[in-house]
C-alpha cells in the first residue's frame, strides 16, 4: 500500500513469518521517502520473545557494514523508530520498523528470528523535481545604478513548455537582469547568458546592452531537467547625433571655430572631448585652443565649439576630433575638417593695355597711304 502526505512516500511491507519460508523483495524509493517494515511473528507467548527475540539488520550498499537496527522494540541506530504494534491474538505479534531514507539508507533490510527471516533489497534514489514557475527580467538603470522606467519581463508558468525567445527594443544602457525560479530538487542552478557567453552564475547581475549585444539568456537547471527563458535585443544606438559646420579661414585668422550641435539623451559636457586626429592629444591642452559648452536643461541637445586663436598651416593638416565616451562605455566620434579660404587672382586693367579695334584699323589705313 502506498500513500503520499507532504511530499513523502510511506511504504509497508508485510512479512509474515512460516517455517521454512525466504522471501526477498525489491524496492526503489526517494530521497525523504518513509520507509515502513513490518514482520508479523507467531508464537506461543510474548515472553517467548524476549527470550527468542525477533531482530533487524541491514547490510548498507554504499559501506558493505552489515548494522542491527534493533531488538524487538527497542531501536540501536538513531533515526529509526521499532515498535510492537496492538497483537490480534494470543500468539499474533506485529512488528514494525520505519525511518525516513536518504541515500546512504541503499542495502538489504531483514527482520530474523529462529533462522527465518523476511529481507527487502531498498535502493534510496536521488529526488528530482522540477521547478515551478520561472521569471526572467531585464530593468534600465540609472548612472547611480538605480532601476528607472519599466521592467520587461518573459515567465514561464509550473508544468508549461518553455516560451519563444521575446524580441524587445530597448534603448543602448546599464540594465540589471534577474532570474527567479520556484522550487526545484535539487536546488535550481541559474546562469546568465549572452551571445552564447555566460555572463553570471547567478540570478541578479548589473549588464550592459548596448549595440555589441543581440541577446540575453537565463537558463535553469535542475537534476535532469533544464529551461531557457530568452530576450532576443534590438538596441537603439546610444550615440547622440553630432552635426558641425565646415568653417573657411586662412592662416593667421583669429576668428575661425567649430560649432556643433549635438542631440540625444542624458547629454553630458564631461562625456565629450576635442582631440587632435594626428596625435590623439586633447586640444584643451593646447595652446591658442578654446573649448566651450552648453546644455539644454532637458539633456538632449548640446552646444560644442572648438575656437581657434591664431589658425597654423598645421590646422588645416589636422583633424578636430569631437568625440563622445560615457559611463556606458559607448563611443562615437565626429572628425572635423577646416577648409583653406582659396585666394583670388589679381584682375587685369583691360582700358590701359588694349587698343580699339576702331583704332587698329585707322593706324592700318595710315601707314597703308604713307607707303604708296
Same mark, same amino acid.
Given at each position: 500500500?502506498? =500513500?503520499?502526505?507532504?511530499?513523502?512516500?510511506?511504504?509497508?511491507?508485510?512479512?509474515?513469518?512460516? =517455517?521454512?519460508?525466504?522471501?526477498?523483495?525489491?524496492?526503489?524509493?526517494?530521497?525523504?521517502?518513509?520507509?515502513?517494515?513490518?514482520?508479523?511473528?507467531?508464537?506461543?507467548?510474548?515472553?517467548?520473545?524476549?527470550?527468542?527475540?525477533?531482530?533487524?539488520?541491514?547490510?548498507?550498499?554504499? &559501506? #558493505?557494514?552489515?548494522?542491527? /537496527?534493533? @531488538?524487538?522494540? @527497542?531501536?540501536?541506530?538513531?533515526?529509526?523508530?521499532?515498535?510492537?504494534?496492538?497483537?490480534?491474538?494470543?500468539?499474533?505479534?506485529?512488528?514494525?520498523?520505519?525511518?525516513?531514507?536518504?541515500?546512504?539508507?541503499?542495502?538489504?533490510?531483514?527482520?530474523?528470528?529462529?533462522?527465518?527471516?523476511?529481507?527487502?533489497?531498498?535502493?534510496?534514489?536521488?529526488?528530482? @523535481?522540477?521547478?515551478?514557475?520561472?521569471?526572467?527580467?531585464? &530593468?534600465?538603470?540609472?548612472?547611480?545604478?538605480?532601476?528607472? #522606467?519599466?521592467?520587461?519581463? /518573459?515567465?514561464?508558468?509550473?508544468?508549461?513548455?518553455?516560451?519563444?525567445?521575446?524580441?524587445?527594443?530597448?534603448?543602448?544602457?546599464?540594465?540589471?537582469?534577474?532570474?527567479?525560479?520556484?522550487?526545484?530538487?535539487?536546488?535550481?542552478?541559474?546562469?546568465?547568458? +549572452?551571445?552564447?557567453?555566460?555572463?553570471?552564475?547567478?540570478? /541578479?547581475?548589473?549588464?550592459?546592452?548596448?549595440?555589441?549585444?543581440?541577446?540575453?539568456?537565463?537558463?535553469?537547471?535542475?537534476?535532469?531537467? +533544464?529551461?531557457?527563458?530568452?530576450?532576443?535585443?534590438?538596441?537603439?544606438?546610444?550615440?547622440?547625433?553630432?552635426?558641425?559646420?565646415?568653417?573657411?579661414?586662412?592662416?593667421?585668422?583669429?576668428?575661425?571655430?567649430?560649432?556643433?550641435?549635438?542631440?540625444?539623451?542624458?547629454?553630458?559636457?564631461?562625456?565629450?572631448?576635442?582631440?587632435?586626429?594626428?596625435?590623439?592629444?586633447?586640444?584643451?591642452?593646447?595652446?591658442?585652443?578654446?573649448?566651450?559648452?552648453?546644455? +539644454?536643461?532637458?539633456?538632449?541637445?548640446?552646444?560644442?565649439?572648438?575656437?581657434?586663436?591664431?589658425?597654423?598651416? +598645421?590646422?588645416?593638416?589636422?583633424? @578636430?576630433?569631437?568625440?563622445?565616451?560615457?559611463?556606458?562605455?559607448?563611443?562615437?566620434?565626429?572628425?572635423?575638417?577646416?577648409?583653406?579660404?582659396?585666394?583670388?587672382?589679381?584682375? /587685369?586693367?583691360?582700358?590701359?593695355?588694349?587698343?580699339?579695334?576702331?583704332?587698329?584699323?585707322?593706324?592700318?589705313?595710315?601707314?597703308?597711304?604713307?607707303?604708296?
Amino acid at each position: 500500500m502506498a =500513500s503520499y502526505s507532504f511530499g513523502l512516500a510511506i511504504l509497508t511491507l508485510l512479512a509474515t513469518f512460516h =517455517s521454512g519460508c525466504l522471501t526477498s523483495t525489491k524496492l526503489n524509493l526517494t530521497d525523504g521517502d518513509i520507509f515502513e517494515f513490518q514482520c508479523n511473528v507467531t508464537d506461543i507467548d510474548a515472553f517467548q520473545l524476549f527470550r527468542d527475540p525477533l531482530q533487524y539488520f541491514v547490510k548498507r550498499k554504499s &559501506t #558493505g557494514e552489515t548494522v542491527q /537496527i534493533s @531488538q524487538n522494540s @527497542q531501536s540501536d541506530v538513531a533515526g529509526w523508530k521499532t515498535a510492537i504494534l496492538k497483537d490480534s491474538s494470543g500468539t499474533f505479534f506485529p512488528f514494525q520498523l520505519s525511518g525516513m531514507v536518504s541515500l546512504n539508507d541503499s542495502g538489504t533490510y531483514w527482520c530474523s528470528r529462529n533462522n527465518f527471516n523476511k529481507s527487502i533489497v531498498l535502493t534510496v534514489n536521488e529526488l528530482r @523535481q522540477d521547478v515551478g514557475d520561472i521569471r526572467f527580467s531585464i &530593468t534600465n538603470l540609472d548612472e547611480d545604478k538605480r532601476p528607472t #522606467g519599466e521592467e520587461i519581463y /518573459i515567465s514561464r508558468a509550473a508544468d508549461e513548455a518553455d516560451p519563444a525567445p521575446k524580441e524587445v527594443m530597448i534603448e543602448s544602457g546599464l540594465y540589471q537582469a534577474r532570474c527567479t525560479a520556484a522550487g526545484g530538487v535539487p536546488d535550481p542552478k541559474i546562469t546568465l547568458h +549572452s551571445g552564447g557567453n555566460i555572463l553570471a552564475f547567478k540570478s /541578479i547581475k548589473r549588464v550592459l546592452l548596448n549595440s555589441g549585444a543581440k541577446d540575453i539568456e537565463c537558463k535553469v537547471e535542475t537534476g535532469e531537467f +533544464s529551461h531557457h527563458l530568452k530576450f532576443n535585443l534590438k538596441i537603439n544606438a546610444g550615440h547622440p547625433e553630432i552635426l558641425c559646420n565646415a568653417p573657411v579661414t586662412s592662416v593667421g585668422a583669429k576668428d575661425a571655430e567649430f560649432d556643433c550641435l549635438v542631440s540625444g539623451k542624458d547629454l553630458n559636457c564631461a562625456h565629450f572631448f576635442w582631440i587632435s586626429e594626428q596625435d590623439m592629444t586633447s586640444f584643451s591642452d593646447k595652446a591658442n585652443y578654446t573649448i566651450e559648452c552648453e546644455v +539644454s536643461e532637458d539633456r538632449r541637445s548640446m552646444k560644442q565649439i572648438l575656437k581657434f586663436g591664431d589658425v597654423k598651416e +598645421s590646422d588645416f593638416e589636422d583633424g @578636430q576630433i569631437l568625440k563622445f565616451e560615457n559611463h556606458l562605455e559607448e563611443t562615437f566620434q565626429k572628425v572635423n575638417k577646416l577648409t583653406k579660404e582659396e585666394k583670388s587672382s589679381p584682375q /587685369i586693367n583691360a582700358g590701359a593695355n588694349v587698343v580699339p579695334m576702331g583704332m587698329v584699323s585707322l593706324l592700318f589705313l595710315s601707314v597703308l597711304g604713307l607707303l604708296m
